[in-house]
Every structure is written in structure tokens, then in C-alpha cells.
């Protein structure tokens, strides 16, 4: 009488089973069948360690990609219009930026044009040049993006999106860099590097390398945010407008940013620090951070990318609450170490 009850519990589950199975498979189908709409592109934010400048110049720039950066996401909706909505959210969730273009031309539709319309107008308009089926036939499409950092950061709002619109529209995102906002490309390399990179533009032509930057001391790293957002572009025009030889402070700074990587000690990397800085402060006529805002801090200070504002990295022989401490008085509040902020 036993065997009656559990044949029937036996068949009742292999019941469930089929019907389970057949549910998931019918949930994987309509998944693939969605998934067909959507489109996600996702770049890394950056930050110079070495070469700033100069990297213009053919100088080898260490650069850092960090953990955080900037998602885009499309969606194709069948649709009366040929309609480009776009839509850009910062890291609170908060809606900054938004236009609508006619797909066939990018021609802008909003009442007012701003001057950002008008820059990623032209990005478009570039990307469908350089791919001419770039949203040919589409009807209604909606991109979102979405930044991880708050925009005031300069860890690359911009080099993102020119790395996830080339990503989108199947091109060469260095192209599409020089022809539209220019540059010298080491932030878009980074937009799509897993870790550190040694990176060259000589004559155009960009040249990424891979390389294991991962010292002893990076728990004496830390990133402390200034707070003063700095033009690329104005410190770039300064940089072309100054009478220097170039070529031969760019060899120079090379030879540093390969010392970097075989760093074994703090002491070592802040010796390299100092020199570093002291290179472009007499090229540039201008004052190290340092002297300028942290003169009786006990470790090294490092301007990463266009002086004067956005991160710099700190040195520190102290603990990290001390040395959080230090920067907390001096009215710097974001404070972040290494690890956190750089992908290994």
C-alpha cells in the first residue's frame, strides 16, 4: 500500500518539473526576443599619472582607468517618428541633460538648442560619416546614459561617451575623438582598458600597452578631490601656445613614467613625484599644488592631468585616518584611496 502514494508524489513532481522547465525556457525566449531592443555600452573614467601635457607630444603617459564610469543604454521602439531622445543622468539619478534629434539629419528639435545639443550634434553627425548605416532606418530610439561619478569630477564624462557612441555606432573611438572634441586619446584608452596602461600618441597614431601597475605601497595612495574644475581644452591651448623643445621634456618624462612601474618603495615613487612635478612646473611657468595649497603636508602631492583643479594623488607614511584628517582641515572632504578609485 506504501508504493501507491509514492508513485503518485514521484509522477506529480516530474509534472512540475516539465511544466517548470517549459516556463523557463518560454522566460529565456521572450528575454532573447527583448534583448534584441536593447543595446548597453559601458566605459571606464580615467585619470593621468604621468605625461600630462607632453603625452601630447609623444611622451609615454601612465594612465589609470578607475572603477568607475559612465553606462549607455538604447532602446528601439517601433514608432510614427524617426526620433533620437536622448536623456543623461548623474550619479544621483538626476536628469542633466536631454534633447531630441530627427534621426535622418540630427538636426536638434528642441525650442532651445544648447551649447551641449550642439556638441553631441556633432559627435553624431561625425559617427554617421564615419558609418553611414549608423541608425539608418531606425524609428524611435531612446538613449540613456548614466554616470557612476558625479560630473564635477573630471574622472571623464566626455571620454566616456565618445568611447560608448563609437562602441554603438561600430567605429574607431580615437577617430572619432580627433575629429570631434580632440585630444590626446589617453582617457578613451582608458574608457575601455581592465587596468592600468602605458600610453603613447606619436603622430597621430595611439599606442596602448597593458601594464602591471599594482605597488607594494598602494595603500599609501590616496585621491583627494580639489574641487576646481579644470578646462582640458584651456590647459591644452595654453600648452601649444608655450615656445619649449617639446620632444626633448617629453623623453624625459617617458624615462619617468618607466620608473614609475618599477617602483619598490613609497620613498622611491615620491623621489619620482617631486621630479615629475618639477619638470612640468619650470616647463609650464607654473607652481607645484603642493607649494600652492599643502606646503607643510609630510608626503608627496601629484597633479593628475590639466593643473589645477579635479584630483590630485597623495603620498602618505601616516595611517589613513590620519592623513584623511589632514586634508579634512584643510577643506578637502572626498578623500579616496587607491584601490578604491583605480581598476587592477
Known amino acids: ?13 516530474i509534472f512540475f518539473l516539465n511544466i517548470f522547465l517549459i516556463q523557463k525556457t518560454d522566460f529565456q525566449i521572450f528575454l532573447t526576443k527583448t534583448s ?7 566605459g571606464s573614467g580615467k585619470l593621468l599619472l604621468s605625461g600630462e601635457y607632453y603625452v601630447l607630444d609623444g611622451a609615454s603617459a601612465l594612465a589609470l582607468p578607475t572603477n568607475f564610469g559612465q553606462v549607455l543604454k538604447v532602446t528601439y521602439s517601433p514608432s510614427e517618428h524617426k526620433v533620437l531622445h536622448w536623456k543623461s543622468y548623474d550619479n544621483n539619478g538626476e536628469l542633466w541633460f536631454e534633447a531630441v534629434f530627427d534621426i535622418d539629419t540630427f538636426e536638434c528639435l528642441d525650442r532651445y538648442v544648447s551649447q551641449k545639443s550642439l556638441i553631441l550634434q556633432n559627435i553624431l553627425r561625425m559617427a554617421r560619416k564615419m558609418a553611414s548605416g549608423f541608425l539608418k532606418g531606425k524609428e524611435y530610439v531612446l538613449v540613456e546614459t548614466h554616470l557612476e561619478f558625479p560630473r564635477l569630477w573630471g574622472l571623464g564624462t566626455s571620454s566616456t561617451l565618445i568611447h ?8 574607431n573611438p580615437f577617430e572619432l575623438l580627433f575629429k570631434t572634441i580632440g585630444g590626446s586619446g589617453y582617457d578613451v584608452a582608458c574608457a575601455e582598458s581592465l587596468g592600468p596602461i602605458v600610453y603613447e600618441n606619436e603622430n597621430g597614431k595611439p599606442q596602448t600597452q597593458v601594464v602591471a601597475f599594482e605597488p607594494d605601497f598602494r595603500h599609501q595612495l590616496y585621491f583627494v578631490y580639489l574641487g576646481q574644475k579644470q578646462s ?24 619617468i613614467t618607466h620608473k614609475f612601474l618599477k617602483t619598490k618603495t613609497l620613498e622611491e615613487f615620491e623621489s619620482l613625484v617631486r621630479e615629475h612635478e618639477n619638470v612640468i612646473a619650470e616647463s609650464l611657468n607654473m607652481e607645484r599644488v ?25 603620498t602618505s607614511g ?8 589632514y586634508f579634512r ?11 578604491e578609485m583605480i581598476k587592477k
Open 1 to 13: 500500500m506504501l508504493f501507491l502514494p509514492l508513485a503518485v508524489l514521484f509522477s506529480s513532481i
Open 36 to 42: 534584441r531592443k536593447l543595446q548597453y555600452y559601458y
Open 164 to 171: 560608448n557612441i563609437a562602441k554603438w555606432a561600430e567605429i
Open 232 to 255: 582640458s581644452k584651456e590647459g591644452i591651448d595654453y600648452y601649444h601656445s608655450l615656445q619649449l623643445d617639446k620632444k626633448q621634456l617629453a623623453e624625459k618624462l617617458t624615462n
Open 290 to 314: 603642493k607649494i600652492k595649497l599643502f606646503a607643510d603636508y609630510w608626503g608627496e602631492v601629484k597633479s593628475l592631468g590639466a593643473w589645477g583643479g579635479d584630483f590630485v594623488l597623495v
Open 318 to 325: 601616516k595611517s589613513a585616518k590620519e592623513t584623511k584628517a
Open 329 to 339: 582641515d584643510k577643506g578637502f572632504n572626498i578623500f579616496i584611496p587607491y584601490e
